[in-house]
């Protein structure tokens, strides 16, 4: 029924148009925010929808790839903030086969790709929910992506770097024009601090664009003032408002951009005649639930999950580290998707490590932990080699002294593989 996603199938998003104009464009029924990135996109989407979720508004969030369990994609605020369950994706999935079945076979389009028929059900369930405003993560890209059908209110810009770079360009500006694609006429646009050939790209897009631009570190500033292994504390100056002394569980110093970033888009809505007061802007960042991003789940030995995936993630995630946590000896549990930049996550993580555990995941683009190894000769003493996640995090722990600090990275798929470990077990007892 569905093809395997190709982000250059078609240089124009007509079949996902066609799609979802076959479904009564359930598309057009709510207002959405729309981010595109290459890292920090899922955690600004999360700041927004917990902030949006303090208020009376009717959100729904839409993010991609999910860490255990599929349904993690597809979420909504009220009248409690849940997934989608299983029973109703069951009950889309039989609403629109029929459809997709026809659609398949008489579309001039092709068949539709699993990540587009996946957005169309979340479109389609926010218009059962009657969600007001849906927080739309990009999947991919940005031009040519399957969100990319919406008129969003306000368009976000999260830092752009090298990810992906065989379907969106070798070069930044190449990466940049893509994701800069999402940004429609006369739109409202808030971006984070970008490279500055990445923030020449999104100055002309939004010159071309007639579009209004706020950016982190000239429009909005945020101020680090405490940091913590549960929280930190920092200050944030907005379009509007100043907030003092913000509280995040969300740690690094990335996620205070990340933070600033989607205080400035909530702050946009106000060209909408949306208002969202500072003290649910504050509560909301207080409770933002993002696992998998630099989350502490165990101590003595502490034990750390970061999905971080390219160089940029990778040295933010290190720099994070060093910030925040002490510890006597660092042993690292990696495992990286054979399409990510591998030896930018090396240069970054394997010299602060003590011991390196290779692995990988149960997902057909992970690279083999004895193929990581090779690459890493200069680590070939202090590293060794496991078959699967489950045996790395127990090798990790039986070498880890209360002192020390255990390192699980490289790959969301790895990361969402330890939660799910982490959760069976408690399940048995």
Not at 195 to 217: F, M, P, Q
Request: aromatic share 8%; glycine share 6%; net charge positive.
């Amino acid at each position: 029924m569905v093809s395997n996603y190709n982000y250059m199938a078609t240089m124009k998003l007509s079949r996902m148009a066609a799609l979802l104009d076959g479904l009564g464009n359930p598309h057009r029924t709510f207002k959405s925010i729309h981010i595109a990135g290459t890292k920090g996109k899922g955690s600004t989407c999360a700041f927004i929808y917990s902030i949006l979720k303090e208020t009376k508004i009717k959100v729904g969030l839409y993010t991609s790839p999910h860490l255990v369990d599929f349904k993690e994609r597809i979420r909504i605020s009220y009248p409690k903030d849940r997934t989608i369950d299983r029973a109703e994706l069951v009950t889309l999935v039989n609403r629109v086969k029929s459809f997709l079945d026809k659609f398949t076979k008489s579309s001039k389009f092709g068949s539709p790709s699993f990540f587009e028929v996946y957005t169309a059900l979340a479109f389609l369930f926010f218009n059962i929910q009657k969600v007001d405003i849906a927080v739309l993560e990009v999947g991919l890209g940005g031009r040519l992506d399957a969100t990319n059908v919406v008129d969003p209110i306000v368009i976000g810009i999260t830092p752009i770097s090298f990810d992906h770079t065989d379907k969106l360009g070798s070069t930044l500006e190449s990466i940049a024009k893509e994701k800069c694609g999402i940004i429609k006429d006369n739109a409202i646009v808030v971006s984070a601090e970008q490279d500055a050939k990445v923030t020449n790209c999104i100055h002309r897009v939004a010159d071309e664009k007639r579009a209004k631009l706020y950016e982190v570190g000239k429009n909005i500033f945020y101020e680090p003032l405490t940091m913590a292994p549960d929280r930190q504390i920092f200050n944030v100056r907005g379009i509007f408002e100043e907030y003092p002394s913000l509280t995040s569980p969300l740690l690094g110093r990335h996620q205070l951009a990340n933070a600033a970033t989607a205080i400035g888009i909530v702050e946009s809505l106000r060209f909408k005649d949306i208002a969202v007061s500072p003290y649910d802007i504050a509560t909301g960042i207080k409770n933002t639930d993002w696992p998998g991003r630099l989350q502490v789940i165990g101590r003595k030995p502490w034990i750390i999950l970061d999905g971080a995936q390219n160089e940029a993630s990778a040295r933010a995630l290190k720099e994070a580290i060093s910030a925040i946590f002490s510890y006597e000896n660092l042993i690292l549990v990696l495992g990286i998707s054979s399409d990510k930049d591998i030896d930018g996550i090396g240069a970054n993580l394997l010299p602060i490590a003590s011991k390196v555990i290779f692995t990988q995941s149960d997902n057909p683009r992970a690279t083999s932990p004895q193929d990581l190894r090779k690459r890493f000769q200069n680590y070939k003493k202090k590293s060794a080699v496991s078959r699967n996640v489950n045996e790395a995090v127990e090798l990790a722990r039986r070498e880890a002294k209360p002192q020390d600090l255990i390192l699980i990275t490289g790959s969301l798929y790895v990361v969402g593989e330890t939660l799910q470990i982490l959760q069976q077990r408690k399940t048995k007892g």
